[in-house]
Each structure stands twice: as structure tokens, then as C-alpha cells.
């Protein structure tokens, strides 16, 4: 199998034939950075954007792999997350201010820009399939907010500012802008606005942002008026989409803005953008916010990961509508820095934890942080970049990040989600139920709502093919209406067809993406291979005399491939991932005998296609013979391969990660036998069989006998066990050995939060238990077991022969516990 480079896939993105040496590695990526972007040909007059997305309503989604799970969120995910908001308080915040009533704020400032975009996200998925129950649940919504708003002469609405703090609107005297998101959460109450009228004709919620956003036009400014930009970012991008629309319906915007200029809305979006780093009559939100210099002088990405992504999504807007000013190169620019040495395999963004922010160039630890809101709004820079200059490579980039990075956001079941989402973990990282702070479920729905919407782009001169999903979709071209039918089992299979029906013969351009990770695509016209096709920007093209019925047959062979990292991504050195068309695998410790750690590739490990119609929804699995660092027989001997074994690994489609028990997983897994760890010695407790009284559904029992070394009590690298969330009870776990054997101590190093500020403790007291005659009772003679926090705890008996063995333990009263390893000696 041949090993492919990850840099020469980051040269490929950026359309330049470039032949891998490895001897000139260094030299290339000093040289990656002086590459010119070109610009692409652009209307002579009105905005200039090369493509323009299709209305939700044109485009209609039918695709084996897509379909099932966009039914899933609007059926499950949608309902579950307004439900968990309504229960947190976010929509009785609305109700106070309605009703004048001065009563205390529940849950986070940014509660209100969450369910904005709720109402955003479900707009879209409504506008694609309707559903009266969903319609008539976000007029409500839109009801309330539109009521709580006109409470104030101006329209301002932030509940939090309103309850709490109601002098300190956009954090003036003493406040605090970037907790409260007054801008930000306004931000998002326009993009609300924007989808649930194109979604239902309803101008409620346009008027009460329009009226809004024209306050904020009048208000804010450079000295002397209120220099104010958004704490958070995504107000540019919106603020843009709601003058796109008014700007493009005159009558629509004579009936919503009153006495609100249309042009005024755009000025605010570009004040937002430009009056980043000076800070004349207020504090600076330094890099965090990307509010340490002018964007001008930007030069890589920095500060917290999605309000750095948003801010350039929203100059991706504004460079449409201002060619003449900065906003195209600085975009190109962050863009470049940002997907050649700040961007994971998997798309995603934000490498550190501290501030959820980007780290340095290559700085890609593959337990970083990876928000999947980070992702989302990378690929909302993506995508904004692709509209802008038509240029394929975004698209190539948005494709990455969706089926990778953002797909595994939610579980296939549609209710448990993820914040962050690394390249390795452990059993301890799980889904959750919710969040204190559920942002990236609401983002997650966004970029589906909006996808069928990326599928295809209008061109001056025809259609654009962005992205390979199975649909048809009604476009104007000339002077006819134009049907493209889409049919494919992407990403399962290469094969994409295109049909296209029209009233008469005309001469237009289908513009077809070939993406980068593909070495050798086959296009054919009604049968007909094109051998030697046009290619602009990452794309065929197609340009000739159509007529009803004429097909276009694109074929990408999907070729399973073991990746290298850029070499100056120093983590991944002598390590390889496994990649097949837009799809990164992961290796989940579940079907892996939980042997990940141990595990090694061979330089000639081959890789197969297994198509599983029983596991995880339906996926094609990747099964390639895997190498296990063993241990010596015995302990005088050398630590060399001939202890190892091998067993056949089985990869999984990263998105799908995370779906089934707790269970470690890795991205990347070393092609060097040193650096896989070395397999313990079997214990008594390893080789046993653990049960348990409890267990909380984010621990695991399979911590109980894991070997791993623990730090401490409240060690959280390591996965645990718990009786979470019981408190004072008596529990127990239970070792069902693997044979009679003779026993006379057991250890339990205690999981204790106390630390943390949570609420496990030590125990008040525990024992050990075998069965006898059909009843568990103590065994005699045993010492009292300690509780002491940081180090194993011990009870000793004299020596016997055990098949069974139970830890009863008693709670302490109002506390739960839990044990992070077990021995038995």
C-alpha cells in the first residue's frame, strides 16, 4: 500500500503541481508561504462573488447517506435542544422582560444568541421540509422575543443586560461586553430573523431586528460616538446577510425598516470589522478577540478558535460587497495560515484549551481541544471563501471539516452531543446529555440546515457542482429554469451522476469539483469519456450545448490511503492516519481487543474496504493487520518484536466515533514499534470480568482494570468509574476472575473530586465480599480498607482460593464516589 504524504496533499489544495521530495521538505514550507492566491474574474458591476447558493426551497435532499440523519435532527435533535433551553429558563428570561418583570436572569448571558440560532438552524430545516408543529413552536418563539423587544423605545433586547445589569448596556459604566454579548446575541437575532422569514414569510422577527440593528447604526461609531465591536464574532457575517436581503427585495425592505437606511446596515458590519484594534474611548479585547491590531495587520489566525473563524467568515461576506477593500487578501491570507499549519486532519480548529484558542503554527496536539463549534465556523469561512472567488479549494476544505470534524457533533441517536471533539481520547471523554454551555449543538444545526443550500452555486455563465449529495435542485440559467437531478452513495462510493432537464437546448457551463484527495477522476458526458477536460479552480468544466436528458458521470475512486502528518508537526512524527476519500478513520479501543495503545502499522500494512450494514447506521469499515507490542515471557528478557503478536484492527469513519460504550479512541497510531506502548504483564484484576451495583452513564467499569497509571484522586487524563449519582448508598463492583486463584489482598485507588469542586468523595468505609453458599459475605479476618486520597488503599485476609470476589463500599451521606483502578494481589 502506497504511504501518501499530508503535505503533499496541503500543496495539492493550493493548485499547484508540486512533486513530493522529502529531502526538501523544509525548503517547501518556507516557500508555501510566498505562494500568490489567484483572483478569479469577478462581475464587472454589483457585488462581487463569483457563485451565489440556491434557496433551501429550490434544492430537495434524497441521499441514502444524508437523509436518515437530517430526519434524525429535525425529528429528535431539534425538539430535544428547545426543550432543554425551555427547561434551563432561556425563554422565561424573554417572558420577564415582556411582562416588566424584575426578577433574576437563568443561565448564561449568551443564552439568548443559542436560541437565536436555534431558531435559525430550524428555519432552514423547516424551509427544506416542512412541519406545522415546528412552524407553529418558532412563530411562538418569534411572538416572545418581538413582545420582550418592544418593551424598549429602541428594540434593545439582551435579557441578561436587562435583569441584571440594566445600566450597563454594551458593557458602558463598568461592565463587561464580553460576558454579556449584548452585540453578539443581537447578531444572532438577525441571522434568526433572516432564516425564519425565507423560511415562512413571517416579517415579525425582521422588523424587530431591523429596528434594532438601525439603533445600532445611529449609535455606534469611532469617537465621538459608541466605539463598540461585538465580544464575540458572528454579528459581521449576519449583519451582512440581512442587507443582502433587504438590499435584493425593495418592497420587503419598505415594509420592515421604516426609517432604518439599507446602506447603514452594511456601514455597521464594516465598523465591526475595522474598528478592531483601536480602542478610542473603551478597553481593548486584545487577542482573544482578535482585537490586538487592525485586521489589516492580522498575519495569522490568533485568539479564541470560532470567534477568529466567525470574524473571517464575516470578511468573506463583506469582500463581496467591498472589492475595493481589505477584506479579500486578509482572508486569504488567515485562510492560508490558518488550513496549511493551524488545522487538524479532521478539519477542526483550536488546539488549546486556554481560551479555546488557535495555537502556534503546527502546534496540533491530538488531545487539543477541537470545539466542534470550531469547526462549524471554519466551515463557514470556508464556504463564504468558496462563494467568494468560486475556487474549488475552499469547498475541498468545507467537504473535509463536514464529514469529519462537524458530523461527529451530534450521536447518531440525535440527543448526546459534543463540545470538543480531539483526535485521541480516552473512555472518560463521552457525549453528553447537555451542557452548561449547549453552543455547539445550535451551531451544529446551522451548518445542516444550511447545507443543501452549498450543494450547488449559480455562475454567470451556468452551475457550479460544490459538493456530491444526492438531490435535485431548479436553477435559473439564461432564460429557462434548469433541473439537475444528483444521484450517489458518497462517501460509501465514487460514482456521481448528474442528469439535467430543461424546456430547450442551450449552450451553458457545469462546473464539476474534482477534489484534491482524489489522484485520478474519470468524467464522462452521456457516456462518453472526457479525457483531457477543462480545469479552473478545482473544477471541469463543462461548457457546451445542453439538452434534456444529457448526463454527466464523474467517478472518484475511493482508495483507502495511510497518511503522513506535515513533518513540522512534530506529535505526529512516525505516525500515519488512515484516510479514504473525504473520510479520516479512527481506531476506537472497543473493536480493538482494547489493545489501541499497544498497537503498530507495518510500512506495507494493506488496508480493506468491509461494508457493515450492522454497525453504527451502515459504514464501510477499514480492516488492515495491526501489530501488538508485546511483553517478555518472563522478566530477564529483552524487550524485542518477538514478543509481538498481530490482530486485525478495525477503523471507523471518525464522525462515527463516540456512539456506542466508552471507549478510548486515536486518529493517529505509530508506524515504529517504539513508540507503541508496551503491554503489562496480565494481572488477576486485568484478566477478570467487572460488574457493578451502578455505573453513570459518562464512566465505565472497564477503568476498574485498565492498568493505567493513575496521578492522583481527581486524575482526569484516565478514564473512571463511578456510582454517580447515588449518594449515601451502599455499592458495590464485582470481579468474576478468570480462574480459581489464590488471593490475599485487594487495593482501590479512589476516584475524589473534591478538588474539582464536585461531588465524589472517599468512602466511609469498604470491604471484601465472597460468595458463600449462594450469599455474599465478608471474608473473615480482614484488615479495615484505608480511604485515603492519592494512592491505593489496601485490604489484606489470609490467602484463599477465589473464583468471585465483591467491593462493597458505603457512601458517604450526601456524597457519591468512585475508583479510578483495582488490584488483587
Same mark, same amino acid.
Given at each position: 500500500?502506497?504511504?501518501?504524504?499530508?503535505?503533499?496533499?496541503?500543496?495539492?489544495?493550493?493548485?499547484?503541481?508540486?512533486?513530493?521530495?522529502?529531502?526538501?521538505?523544509?525548503?517547501?514550507?518556507?516557500?508555501?508561504?510566498?505562494?500568490?492566491?489567484?483572483?478569479?474574474?469577478?462581475?464587472?458591476?454589483?457585488?462581487?462573488?463569483?457563485?451565489?447558493?440556491?434557496?433551501?426551497?429550490?434544492?430537495?435532499?434524497?441521499?441514502?447517506?444524508?437523509?436518515?440523519?437530517?430526519?434524525?435532527?429535525?425529528?429528535?435533535?431539534?425538539?430535544?435542544?428547545?426543550?432543554?433551553?425551555?427547561?434551563?429558563?432561556?425563554?422565561?428570561?424573554?417572558?420577564?422582560?415582556?411582562?416588566?418583570?424584575?426578577?433574576?436572569?437563568?443561565?448564561?448571558?449568551?443564552?439568548?444568541?443559542?436560541?437565536?440560532?436555534?431558531?435559525?438552524?430550524?428555519?432552514?430545516?423547516?424551509?427544506?421540509?416542512?412541519?406545522?408543529?415546528?412552524?407553529?413552536?418558532?412563530?411562538?418563539?418569534?411572538?416572545?422575543?418581538?413582545?420582550?423587544?418592544?418593551?424598549?423605545?429602541?428594540?434593545?433586547?439582551?435579557?441578561?443586560?436587562?435583569?441584571?445589569?440594566?445600566?450597563?448596556?454594551?458593557?458602558?459604566?463598568?461592565? +463587561?461586553?464580553?460576558?454579556?454579548?449584548?452585540?453578539?446575541?443581537?447578531?444572532?437575532?438577525?441571522?434568526?430573523?433572516?432564516?425564519?422569514?425565507?423560511?415562512?414569510?413571517?416579517?415579525?422577527?425582521?422588523?424587530?431586528?431591523?429596528?434594532?440593528?438601525?439603533?445600532?447604526?445611529?449609535?455606534?461609531?469611532?469617537?465621538?460616538?459608541? +466605539?463598540?465591536?461585538?465580544?464575540?464574532?458572528?454579528?459581521?457575517?449576519?449583519?451582512?446577510?440581512?442587507?443582502?436581503?433587504?438590499?435584493?427585495?425593495?418592497?420587503?425592505?419598505?415594509?420592515?425598516?421604516?426609517?432604518?437606511?439599507?446602506?447603514?446596515?452594511?456601514?455597521?458590519?464594516?465598523?465591526?470589522?475595522?474598528?478592531?484594534?483601536?480602542?478610542?474611548?473603551?478597553?481593548?479585547?486584545?487577542?482573544?478577540?482578535?482585537?490586538?491590531?487592525?485586521?489589516?495587520?492580522?498575519?495569522?489566525?490568533?485568539?479564541?478558535?470560532?470567534?477568529?473563524?466567525?470574524?473571517?467568515?464575516?470578511?468573506?461576506?463583506?469582500?463581496?460587497?467591498?472589492?475595493?477593500?481589505?477584506?479579500?487578501?486578509?482572508?486569504?491570507?488567515?485562510?492560508?495560515?490558518?488550513?496549511?499549519?493551524?488545522?487538524?486532519?479532521?478539519?477542526?480548529?483550536?488546539?488549546?484549551?486556554?481560551?479555546?484558542?488557535?495555537?502556534?503554527?503546527?502546534?496540533?496536539?491530538?488531545?487539543?481541544?477541537?470545539?466542534?463549534?470550531?469547526?462549524?465556523?471554519?466551515?463557514?469561512?470556508?464556504?463564504?471563501?468558496?462563494?467568494?472567488?468560486?475556487?474549488?479549494?475552499?469547498?475541498?476544505?468545507?467537504?473535509?471539516?463536514?464529514?469529519?470534524?462537524?458530523?461527529?457533533?451530534?450521536?447518531?441517536?440525535?440527543?448526546?452531543?459534543?463540545?470538543? +471533539?480531539?483526535?485521541?481520547?480516552?473512555?472518560?471523554?463521552?457525549?453528553?446529555?447537555?451542557?452548561?454551555?449547549?453552543?455547539?449543538?445550535?451551531?451544529?444545526?446551522?451548518?445542516?440546515?444550511?447545507?443543501?443550500?452549498?450543494?450547488?452555486?449559480?455562475?454567470?455563465?451556468?452551475?457550479?457542482?460544490?459538493?456530491?449529495?444526492?438531490?435535485?435542485?431548479?436553477?435559473?440559467?439564461?432564460?429557462?429554469?434548469?433541473?439537475?437531478?444528483?444521484?450517489?452513495?458518497?462517501?460509501?462510493?465514487?460514482?456521481?451522476?448528474?442528469?439535467?432537464?430543461?424546456?430547450?437546448?442551450?449552450?451553458?457551463?457545469?462546473?464539476?469539483?474534482?477534489?484534491?484527495?482524489?489522484?485520478?477522476?474519470?468524467?464522462?458526458?452521456?457516456?462518453?469519456?472526457?479525457?483531457?477536460?477543462?480545469?479552473?479552480?478545482?473544477?471541469?468544466?463543462?461548457?457546451?450545448?445542453?439538452?434534456?436528458?444529457?448526463?454527466?458521470?464523474?467517478?472518484?475512486?475511493?482508495?483507502?490511503?495511510?497518511?503522513?502528518?506535515?513533518?513540522?508537526?512534530?506529535?505526529?512524527?512516525?505516525?500515519?492516519?488512515?484516510?479514504?476519500?473525504?473520510?479520516?478513520?479512527?481506531? =476506537?479501543?472497543?473493536?480493538?481487543?482494547?489493545?489501541?495503545?499497544?498497537?503498530?502499522?507495518?510500512?506495507?500494512?494493506?488496508?480493506?474496504?468491509?461494508?457493515?450494514?450492522?454497525?453504527?447506521?451502515?459504514?464501510?469499515?477499514?480492516?488492515?493487520?495491526? +501489530?501488538?507490542?508485546?511483553?517478555?515471557?518472563?522478566?530477564?528478557?529483552?524487550?524485542?518484536?518477538?514478543?509481538?503478536?498481530?490482530? =486485525?484492527?478495525?477503523?471507523?469513519?471518525?464522525?462515527?466515533?463516540?456512539?456506542?460504550?466508552?471507549?478510548?479512541?486515536?486518529?493517529?497510531?505509530?508506524?515504529?514499534?517504539?513508540?507503541?506502548?508496551?503491554?503489562?504483564?496480565?494481572?488477576?484484576?486485568?484478566?477478570?470480568?467487572?460488574?457493578?451495583?451502578?455505573?453513570?452513564?459518562?464512566?465505565?467499569?472497564?477503568?476498574?482494570?485498565?492498568?493505567?497509571?493513575?496521578?492522583?484522586?481527581?486524575?482526569?487524563?484516565?478514564?473512571?468509574?463511578?456510582?454517580?449519582?447515588?449518594?449515601?448508598?451502599?455499592?458495590?463492583?464485582?470481579?468474576?476472575?478468570?480462574?480459581?486463584?489464590?488471593?490475599?489482598?485487594?487495593?482501590?485507588?479512589?476516584?475524589?473530586?473534591?478538588?474539582?469542586?464536585?461531588?465524589?468523595?472517599?468512602?466511609?468505609?469498604?470491604?471484601?465480599?465472597?460468595?458463600? =453458599?449462594?450469599?455474599?459475605?465478608?471474608?473473615?479476618?480482614?484488615?479495615?480498607?484505608?480511604?485515603?486520597?492519592?494512592?491505593?488503599?489496601?485490604?489484606?485476609?489470609?490467602?484463599?482460593?477465589?473464583?468471585?470476589?465483591?467491593?462493597?463500599?458505603?457512601?458517604?451521606?450526601?456524597?457519591?464516589?468512585?475508583?479510578?483502578?483495582?488490584?488483587?494481589?
Amino acid at each position: 500500500m502506497t504511504t501518501h504524504s499530508y503535505l503533499q496533499w496541503y500543496f495539492r489544495k493550493l493548485r499547484t503541481p508540486v512533486h513530493f521530495d522529502s529531502s526538501k521538505t523544509c525548503l517547501l514550507m518556507i516557500m508555501s508561504v510566498c505562494l500568490v492566491l489567484p483572483c478569479p474574474a469577478t462581475r464587472a458591476n454589483g457585488p462581487q462573488r463569483v457563485g451565489d447558493d440556491l434557496p433551501l426551497g429550490s434544492v430537495t435532499v434524497d441521499d441514502d447517506f444524508w437523509t436518515p440523519m437530517m430526519e434524525v435532527w429535525q425529528r429528535t435533535t431539534i425538539r430535544d435542544c428547545f426543550a432543554k433551553f425551555e427547561n434551563d429558563g432561556a425563554f422565561r428570561n424573554f417572558e420577564r422582560i415582556r411582562d416588566g418583570r424584575a426578577e433574576s436572569h437563568e443561565s448564561a448571558p449568551w443564552f439568548d444568541g443559542l436560541v437565536y440560532e436555534m431558531i435559525a438552524a430550524s428555519s432552514d430545516f423547516l424551509a427544506r421540509h416542512p412541519d406545522p408543529q415546528l412552524q407553529h413552536q418558532l412563530d411562538e418563539y418569534a411572538k416572545l422575543i418581538a413582545a420582550a423587544a418592544e418593551r424598549d423605545p429602541d428594540g434593545y433586547i439582551n435579557t441578561y443586560t436587562q435583569l441584571e445589569d440594566p445600566t450597563k448596556r454594551w458593557g458602558r459604566n463598568g461592565g +463587561n461586553l464580553r460576558y454579556q454579548h449584548d452585540v453578539y446575541n443581537i447578531g444572532c437575532l438577525v441571522e434568526a430573523a433572516v432564516h425564519h422569514y425565507q423560511a415562512t414569510g413571517d416579517t415579525r422577527l425582521l422588523k424587530t431586528a431591523t429596528t434594532l440593528v438601525g439603533h445600532m447604526a445611529e449609535e455606534f461609531g469611532f469617537p465621538p460616538r459608541l +466605539n463598540v465591536i461585538p465580544g464575540h464574532a458572528l454579528p459581521e457575517v449576519t449583519l451582512v446577510s440581512l442587507y443582502q436581503l433587504l438590499r435584493d427585495d425593495p418592497a420587503l425592505a419598505q415594509e420592515v425598516c421604516g426609517e432604518v437606511e439599507v446602506e447603514s446596515i452594511l456601514r455597521l458590519a464594516e465598523f465591526f470589522v475595522q474598528a478592531r484594534g483601536h480602542y478610542e474611548g473603551r478597553t481593548s479585547l486584545e487577542a482573544y478577540a482578535q482585537d490586538a491590531r487592525p485586521v489589516a495587520e492580522l498575519q495569522t489566525m490568533e485568539g479564541h478558535a470560532v470567534r477568529a473563524t466567525l470574524l473571517c467568515a464575516g470578511m468573506a461576506a463583506l469582500a463581496q460587497e467591498r472589492p475595493d477593500g481589505v477584506y479579500r487578501e486578509c482572508t486569504q491570507r488567515l485562510w492560508q495560515n490558518m488550513t496549511t499549519r493551524r488545522m487538524y486532519i479532521t478539519g477542526a480548529v483550536g488546539a488549546i484549551a486556554h481560551d479555546e484558542r488557535f495555537g502556534d503554527d503546527y502546534e496540533l496536539p491530538n488531545d487539543g481541544y477541537m470545539e466542534i463549534c470550531g469547526s462549524v465556523a471554519a466551515g463557514m469561512f470556508h464556504h463564504n471563501m468558496g462563494v467568494l472567488t468560486g475556487d474549488g479549494k475552499y469547498y475541498d476544505e468545507l467537504e473535509r471539516v463536514l464529514y469529519n470534524g462537524i458530523l461527529a457533533g451530534v450521536s447518531q441517536s440525535g440527543d448526546q452531543y459534543l463540545y470538543t +471533539n480531539p483526535l485521541t481520547a480516552s473512555a472518560q471523554q463521552r457525549r453528553w446529555q447537555w451542557h452548561g454551555c449547549p453552543c455547539c449543538p445550535p451551531m451544529f444545526l446551522k451548518m445542516m440546515g444550511a447545507l443543501p443550500g452549498y450543494i450547488y452555486s449559480t455562475r454567470d455563465d451556468g452551475v457550479a457542482v460544490n459538493l456530491f449529495i444526492g438531490s435535485h435542485a431548479s436553477l435559473p440559467i439564461g432564460d429557462q429554469q434548469v433541473t439537475i437531478h444528483q444521484s450517489t452513495d458518497y462517501p460509501w462510493n465514487g460514482s456521481i451522476h448528474l442528469k439535467l432537464q430543461l424546456d430547450s437546448p442551450s449552450e451553458f457551463t457545469v462546473r464539476v469539483r474534482l477534489p484534491q484527495w482524489c489522484d485520478a477522476p474519470r468524467l464522462r458526458v452521456n457516456g462518453k469519456p472526457v479525457d483531457s477536460p477543462r480545469v479552473e479552480q478545482g473544477y471541469a468544466v463543462l461548457t457546451r450545448q445542453w439538452s434534456t436528458g444529457d448526463a454527466i458521470q464523474l467517478e472518484l475512486p475511493l482508495v483507502p490511503q495511510l497518511v503522513h502528518d506535515n513533518p513540522l508537526v512534530t506529535t505526529n512524527q512516525g505516525y500515519v492516519a488512515i484516510e479514504r476519500g473525504p473520510l479520516v478513520y479512527c481506531l =476506537e479501543n472497543c473493536d480493538n481487543q482494547n489493545l489501541l495503545s499497544h498497537l503498530y502499522f507495518d510500512q506495507d500494512t494493506t488496508l480493506r474496504v468491509e461494508s457493515r450494514d450492522d454497525l453504527l447506521g451502515g459504514i464501510d469499515a477499514i480492516r488492515c493487520t495491526a +501489530n501488538v507490542r508485546g511483553v517478555p515471557a518472563e522478566a530477564s528478557e529483552s524487550d524485542s518484536a518477538e514478543a509481538d503478536h498481530t490482530i =486485525e484492527a478495525l477503523a471507523i469513519p471518525f464522525y462515527a466515533h463516540s456512539n456506542r460504550q466508552p471507549t478510548a479512541r486515536r486518529v493517529w497510531l505509530p508506524e515504529q514499534r517504539q513508540l507503541a506502548e508496551a503491554q503489562k504483564p496480565a494481572t488477576i484484576a486485568s484478566q477478570a470480568e467487572w460488574t457493578a451495583s451502578h455505573c453513570w452513564s459518562g464512566d465505565t467499569t472497564a477503568a476498574l482494570n485498565d492498568q493505567l497509571d493513575v496521578a492522583a484522586s481527581d486524575d482526569q487524563t484516565t478514564p473512571r468509574f463511578s456510582w454517580w449519582n447515588h449518594r449515601g448508598t451502599t455499592e458495590w463492583v464485582q470481579a468474576d476472575l478468570a480462574d480459581s486463584t489464590e488471593v490475599s489482598e485487594v487495593q482501590v485507588y479512589w476516584w475524589d473530586d473534591r478538588r474539582l469542586g464536585a461531588h465524589c468523595r472517599t468512602p466511609l468505609r469498604w470491604r471484601v465480599l465472597t460468595l458463600q =453458599e449462594g450469599e455474599w459475605k465478608p471474608i473473615a479476618e480482614q484488615t479495615a480498607g484505608a480511604t485515603a486520597m492519592d494512592r491505593f488503599c489496601s485490604i489484606t485476609f489470609p490467602r484463599q482460593s477465589l473464583s468471585t470476589l465483591r467491593i462493597e463500599v458505603e457512601l458517604q451521606p450526601e456524597w457519591s464516589a468512585g475508583i479510578l483502578e483495582v488490584q488483587i494481589k
